[in-house]
């Protein structure tokens, strides 16, 4: 395993950013539309701006990220399995140095599970 991802749903972006990045001396890795990630210790944490008017499901959601092998065998036995997928497993940009993977599943209690890799 390569670490950890977390997304969260936060009521104000820059309240947020201020918090882990000056307080707690997190480093801002990535600015999205309406998100941004921050390396939480050595972990992926990305924070989501809350939208009133957002339906999506997969706002709140944690997982690790994994090596490329790994990724594969994981999904390829949750499949053999019959594990349901949220998000199929799906890879970006294949054969590229900015390639990535990911698939969702839910746990029994229904919490929503990423797992990712990036090459």
Same mark, same amino acid.
């Given at each position: 395993?390569?670490?950890?991802?977390?997304?969260? +749903?936060?009521?104000?972006? !820059?309240?947020?950013?201020?918090?882990?990045?000056?307080?707690?001396?997190?480093?801002?890795?990535?600015?999205?539309?309406?998100?941004?990630?921050? *390396? =939480? =210790?050595? +972990?992926?944490?990305?924070? !989501?701006?809350?939208?009133?008017?957002?339906?999506?499901?997969?706002? +709140?959601?944690?997982?690790?990220? *994994?090596? &490329?092998?790994?990724?594969?065998?994981?999904?390829?036995?949750?499949?053999? +399995?019959?594990?349901? =997928?949220?998000?199929?497993?799906?890879?970006?940009?294949?054969?590229?140095?900015?390639? !990535?993977?990911?698939?969702?599943? &839910?746990?029994?209690?229904?919490?929503?599970?990423? =797992?990712?890799?990036?090459?």
């Amino acid at each position: 395993m390569k670490g950890f991802h977390i997304s969260l +749903n936060v009521a104000c972006l !820059r309240s947020s950013l201020h918090f882990y990045t000056c307080l707690l001396a997190c480093k801002k890795i990535a600015t999205h539309k309406d998100s941004i990630d921050v *390396l =939480f =210790f050595g +972990n992926q944490l990305t924070l !989501r701006q809350q939208s009133y008017l957002s339906k999506d499901s997969y706002l +709140n959601h944690m997982g690790p990220i *994994l090596r &490329k092998d790994s990724w594969v065998f994981l999904s390829e036995y949750l499949e053999r +399995n019959s594990v349901p =997928f949220v998000l199929d497993p799906i890879i970006f940009d294949s054969n590229s140095s900015s390639e !990535r993977g990911k698939f969702m599943i &839910k746990d029994p209690d229904g919490i929503l599970l990423e =797992f990712k890799y990036y090459l």
